[in-house]
């Protein structure tokens, strides 16, 4: 049997994976307000003074998904979130665009006051940076969270540069299983 998961904000999804002895995925997502670190905190809490062993008798799991744009230097990934911010505008509900920007929407585009005072408030929920700076804000919510288990989303532009992405983030936790 798979193991199962439930996806949730909390609430009554929460309290329901932990008494059906489900593991529990909390993702930091940029559309959605919520300060990721206090969020974190008291949902593995809920999720662990609740969890009641399943009739598989597995472990609690708490998994923590976060948006993560990681290169090698800073520039370059604040360059590699410029198309992930236009995104999460979400206009004409995520359908302006009919793939993921490029550099060249993102340069052509016309933002409003209002489109970079929402981008600041979502950038508060994406962890964008080079190795060091990426491992410093994952270990801000780990170290309140304590999950089971990292589920990194890279979402960039190109083939390429989430693999240099992955390939960033795998050194970053070798050695940690």
């Known amino acids: 049997v798979p ?42 809490e809920k999720y662990r003074s609740n969890f009641k062993a399943g009739t598989h008798s ?48 993102v340069e052509e585009y016309e933002f409003t006051q209002r489109d970079h005072e929402k981008i600041a408030s979502n950038r508060s929920r994406l962890i964008v940076g080079n190795p060091r700076e990426v491992y410093e804000q994952m270990e801000a919510l780990r170290a309140v969270s304590n999950p089971d288990e990292l589920l990194f989303i890279p979402l960039v532009g190109s083939i390429e540069k989430r693999k240099r992405s992955v ?8 050695g940690e299983q």
């Not at 909390?10 to 932990?18: D, H, K, L, R």
């Not at 976060?66 to 999460?88: H, N, R």
């Not at 390939?167 to 070798?174: G, M, P, T, V």
């Open 167 to 174: 390939e960033l983030l795998a050194e970053l936790y070798k």
């Open 3 to 44: 193991e199962q998961f439930l996806l949730g904000m909390g609430g009554q999804s929460i309290e329901s994976a932990a008494s059906l002895g489900l593991s529990f995925v909390y993702g930091v997502f940029p559309y959605i307000p919520q300060d990721p670190v206090e969020l974190a905190k008291s949902l593995s």
């Open 58 to 105: 597995k472990p609690s799991n708490f998994v923590l998904a976060v948006f993560v744009v990681i290169a090698d230097t800073s520039e370059e990934a604040e360059e590699m979130a410029k198309p992930l911010d236009l995104w999460m505008l979400g206009k004409q509900d995520f359908t302006e665009f009919h793939t993921f920007p490029t550099q060249k929407d």
